[in-house]
């Protein structure tokens, strides 16, 4: 059976120009949502979604949202569909260097 449309939001590592300029972590993510923080004053935004990965974190730790979570959550659907002859999408959308690519094909 087909699936419907599916969210999922990831938070990658850090690249180097932000561990250059001392970037602060400002989200952290809790099974499926996403608390972004203020900077200035701590207070925290929550986001709902149908899947929050961390892949922040380092990848030994329990949170850590390896690219083999993500593909048994996303991308196993997806194909199941396809190969049932269901049309079939999948968009990564954000900002430039927001971390697209790095959520679709590397780890």
């Known amino acids: 059976m087909a699936e419907n449309v599916r969210v999922a939001v990831r938070v990658r590592p850090f ?3 932000e561990k250059d300029r001392a970037a602060k972590l400002i989200i952290r993510m ?3 949502s996403t608390y972004i923080a203020n900077p200035e ?5 929550t986001f709902t979604f149908d899947f929050s990965y961390n892949s922040f974190v380092p990848r030994d730790e329990a949170d850590y949202a390896s ?6 959550d ?6 199941n569909n396809a190969f049932e002859g ?3 999408s999948l968009f990564a959308y954000g ?5 697209k690519s790095y959520s679709m094909v590397s780890d």
């Open 15 to 17: 690249n180097q120009r």
């Open 41 to 45: 004053d701590g207070t925290e935004k």
């Open 95 to 99: 900002q430039t260097g927001s971390g």
């Open 67 to 72: 690219q083999d979570v993500v593909y048994n």
């Open 30 to 32: 809790e099974r499926n």
């Open 86 to 88: 269901y049309n079939c």
């Open 74 to 79: 996303l991308g196993i659907g997806i194909l």
